[in-house]
Each structure stands twice: as C-alpha cells, then as structure tokens.
C-alpha cells in the first residue's frame, strides 16, 4: 500500500502526522523547484505554521523539468515521511503541507494561474544555481540559452522560472493585486537581488510598466538556508516501508540541525516565521558567506578529494585523520574572508559541522554534492581564494580544494575508475586542458602566482592522487 490520506491512520503511533485539517489548508505559497531540500527544508517550516492553527500555508508545489516528483506524491495526496537520522536513532514526520503538484513543461498557464492566485502570499524557489540562468560575468540573463530567448520572445508558456514568474506577476497587476513576496532559497551569494534582478530584466523586455510596478511593489528578500538532504535510495523506501507499514515514494531523508534565515523585507502576509525557529534579520550575506564558505566550501573540498580517492560518502572522508586536517585548514583559510554576524561563533560553528559531517546515519554521497560544480565553485571556493590572493595571503588548502574539482573533470578516480561528470558546463570542461582553460569555461580570472599553484597541484593530483596530495598539504601546515 502507498502512504495517502487512507492509509495515514495505519502508520505506527511513534511516527508524527499531520494534527491539522487538510482541507481547510489555503494554498499560500507557490514553490518552484520541488525536489528533496524543499521536501526537508521550507516544507517542514510550512507544515509547522499550519500544525499552529495558520492554515494560510499550503504548498503548490511545481517541478521545472520532469513529472517525477509529481508521480511519486500526487498519488499519495500531497504526503510524505521526513525522516530525521542522527547517530542517536531516527524519527519520523508525515508531512502534509504539500497540497499539489505540477509540472511546468506540461502545463506552464496551471503554474502562472497559481502564483497569480489571491491566496498566493509567497513564492518560494529552491531551483540550483544553474536554474536561474544567469551569466555570472555580467549578472544578467543569460540570453543565449534557449529557455530564456524563448521567454523573451513569449511569455505565453514560459519555460524557466524568471518566465514563470513574470507571467504570474503580469496576471496579478491585471487583475489588480499586489505581488506575492518572493523568495531565493539557492546557495547563490545575495540571491534575492539576483532573482530580482532577473525578474526585471525578463519583465523589461516585455512591458517596461509591468517592469516598474515589479521594482515598486514586489519584494525578492535574501535568504539563507542549511540543512543537509542526502538522495534518497531505492533502500531508504524499502526500509521505511518495513518500518511504518506503507510504502512512501516521496520520503525524504536528513539531519536534525536546519537553519533559515530570511531578510526581514516582505510586500504582504507571512507566517509567524520567528514563532517556527527562522531567523530574521536586516543582513543575510554575513550568514550566507559563512555558510558558503564553510560549510559549503568544505562539502565541495570533500565531494572532490574524497571522491578522487574513493569516498563515496561524507562521513568516509572526515574519518581520515588528513581528511579532518585539511578541512581545518580549510576553514583557517576561509574564516579570514568573513564578517560573521552577530550571533555566529564561529569555532563552535566549525565544530558543529564537523560533527554533522561525520554523521554516518546521513550516508551523504560525495558524488551528489559533486553535480554542477561550475556553478558551485565560484562562491563556495574561488571567492575567498581570489580575496586572500588579493591580500597577498596564501591558501594552499583551497587551491588544493579547486584544482580537485579541476581534477574531477577528467571524469576517472584515482584507482581508474570512470565516472559521467554532471555539469551543465561538462562538455566544454572536457575539452580544457589547462587551468586557465578551466577558469575561462567559470568565466573569471586568477593571478598569475594562483594559477602556478593551481597548475602544481593540478599536476601533484594527477601524479600521486588526492590522498597524498592532501597528506602533503596537512604535514606541510602541521
């Protein structure tokens, strides 16, 4: 049996369920891009505002690409197990905040209708880095893909989300209704004035009016999110199913620790967001940066060396008494480009996620965190690469971390093991053969003395591997 609104009542009393009345939920906010984080992630966030009495919270929820999510969580009426691991034991969650799933490639309007609708209050995207179609050298659209010159010539079925967006914005001020807020949940620096950005330019070539009344009316406010959400596997339902007695397609699995911060700049109704544990504040890039460059920063060092060398998990790596260290000197490097925030300690912010990085329960695949690395790379690692070079700082744990990526373009491990590189950058990485032919496919540039470096230990990684490499670095640093 699959876990629906019928089969809810047969699952085992310690597993916590829905409290609420599902069919009083009004449908307030669109969510654009609903894979697995948002499942973790806002989704729970949205389930607890409902679960208080503020039934205004349901999710459409809609997939930009395939019909897959929609499969998996249609037939089970919107509901799905969240499933909390830590190395003290699990605990399960059936979330029902998701009221509806679409599909925006098999009917784009359904999606415009939704985000246009009075009920709508947020708008909410967790698409990747590379769902904004961005060019990262200028910070406009990319106007040579295909999606967005086709939304540029017409908005009657957009394909990406700037498109989807703007449709629904236009149909709002058509009838008469201000916009929804709008909210980036990307690992993107500053990406609410990106999204906003974007959807102005796509506005813009449209209706200049239309452009203005988004720029007057509409708020795109940052946004910062953290909880890790390893891919789920055809054995993670087996077992679950074993365990709560139906089967649940949509499950989804993670950590306990989550964190939202969101910029206190909202054009119209919002959940009681302090009340639901999001903080809110008048400065996200402080908490971003710390989190891109530590946290995720150190996931792309680990997804690379460690799957060089073989790791197929987090946890494997971090075990190594040279994976930690170079990871610490990592975080020494990176630490030194932030500005924390108020509230953020960061040795016990490292600590913390270190401890949740050798969680074994999580079983996080390095492969996973490797997809899309050209899109990754620039924030998490280059960034505060390019700063410490510009103040004359070296950092040989990230030139070490950027030219594994590097390394990884040539799509065999260490003990020769092939693998498909996924990035949509993939065919014209594969085609470098430098590192500065790498840095042209990110679009950016490096000092001279930093390239040298990335080359001798571009070289060091294809000689001897990621394990020694990193041995030489930890004893060098020691």
């Known amino acids: 049996m699959r876990l629906n609104r019928t089969t809810l009542a047969t699952v085992p009393g310690d597993v916590v369920c829905p409290g609420y009345d599902r069919s009083a939920v009004k449908r307030g906010v669109v969510h654009l891009g609903i894979g697995a984080f948002h499942r973790a992630h806002q989704a729970a966030v949205f389930d607890a505002a409902l679960a208080s009495g503020d039934l205004r919270w349901g999710v459409t929820g809609v997939s930009l690409r395939s019909a897959g999510v929609r499969d998996q969580m249609v037939p089970q009426d919107g509901l799905y197990t969240l499933l909390v691991r830590s190395g003290e034991g699990s605990q399960a969650q059936v979330i029902g905040s998701v009221l509806d799933v679409l599909v925006a490639p098999e009917d784009p309007q359904r999606v415009v209708q939704a985000i246009a609708a009075p009920e709508t209050h947020l708008v909410t995207l967790t698409v990747t880095e590379k769902g904004y179609k961005l060019n990262r050298a200028t910070g406009g659209l990319l106007n040579d893909d295909p999606d967005i010159a086709h939304d540029l010539a017409s908005l009657d079925a957009p394909r990406t989300a700037p498109g989807l967006i703007v449709a629904g914005l236009r149909m709002r001020r058509t009838a008469g209704l201000a916009p929804p807020t709008i909210l980036s949940c990307d690992n993107l620096p500053h990406n609410g004035a990106l999204l906003r950005d974007a959807v102005i330019a796509m506005a813009r070539a449209h209706d200049a009016g239309l452009a203005d009344w988004i720029a007057a009316h509409a708020a795109f406010p940052a946004t910062m999110v953290d909880r890790i959400v390893p891919a789920t596997t055809d054995e993670d339902i087996a077992a679950l199913a074993q365990e709560i007695g139906v089967e649940d397609q949509a499950m989804v699995k993670t950590e306990a620790f989550t964190q939202w911060v969101i910029e206190d700049r909202f054009c119209g109704p919002r959940p009681d967001f302090a009340s639901l544990g999001v903080q809110l504040t008048d400065r996200v890039a402080p908490w971003e940066d710390a989190k891109l460059r530590l946290l995720n920063g150190a996931h792309s060092a680990i997804a690379y060396l460690g799957g060089l060398a ?112 996924d990035d949509p950058a993939a065919d014209r990485l594969a085609q470098a053969s430098s590192v500065e032919g790498y840095l042209v496919v990110l679009g950016l540039t490096l000092p001279a003395a930093t390239v040298a470096q990335l080359t001798d230990q571009l070289a060091l990684l294809e000689r001897e591997g990621a394990l020694a490499a990193a041995a030489r670095l930890t004893r060098a640093t020691a």
């Open 310 to 421: 073989g790791d197929a998990f987090v946890h494997e790596f971090v075990a190594r008494e040279d994976g930690r260290a170079l990871i610490e000197t990592l975080w020494d490097e990176a630490q030194q480009t932030l500005d924390p925030p108020a509230g953020l300690d960061i040795p016990a912010y490292r600590a913390a996620l270190l401890h949740r990085f050798a969680n074994p329960a999580l079983q996080h695949r390095t492969r996973q965190i490797a997809m899309d690395g050209s899109q990754k790379l620039p924030q998490r690692l280059i960034q505060p690469l390019a700063e410490r070079a510009a103040a004359g700082q070296q950092s040989p744990a990230l030139v070490l971390a950027v030219a594994a990526w590097m390394r990884w373009q040539a799509g065999q491990a260490d003990d020769g093991t092939g693998f498909t590189v």
